[in-house]
């Protein structure tokens, strides 16, 4: 039976990793610095990141879609904390889609992608 899955990004920097994510409400779980892995958990999500130095944000190709309840919510909940719209980081507040979901989109200091969202029907 499959349960989850784990997307795994690059960083190449864990210190603004964590920072980044932690705005986003989630927390530490697991750091190895002598193997270059790094867990983030929030709720049942968990985000693992390897240390990827040379990783040009502006390049990235990871991403992942993580399946919300209500990604108004989450939305309004990231709009509060400020984070620029714009560039990278950003976080890019929810709308519906033509293809029948309703999402927002952030993107990490290392160009990671990660939209969230729900079915609108």
């Known amino acids: 039976m499959l349960e989850s899955i784990c997307p795994i990004f690059a960083s190449s ?8 994510f932690q705005t ?13 892995y790094l867990i983030l958990v929030r709720d ?9 130095p040379n990783t040009d944000p502006r390049n990235s190709d990871h991403g992942a879609f993580l399946r919300v309840e209500n990604a108004n919510d989450i939305s ?11 560039g990278i980081p950003r ?3 929810a709308e519906d889609k033509p293809w029948g979901m309703c999402e ?8 990671n992608l990660i939209r969230v969202g729900h079915r609108l029907n």
């Open 104 to 111: 927002l989109s952030i993107i990490d200091p290392d160009g």
């Open 24 to 36: 986003l409400g989630f927390r530490l779980a697991t750091r190895y610095e002598q193997g270059g």
């Open 76 to 86: 309004r909940e990231f709009a509060k904390i400020g984070l620029p719209q714009e």
């Open 91 to 93: 976080v890019v507040p």
């Open 44 to 52: 049942k999500v968990e985000l693992l990141f390897y240390r990827a």
């Open 13 to 20: 920097d864990f210190d603004k990793t964590v920072e980044f």
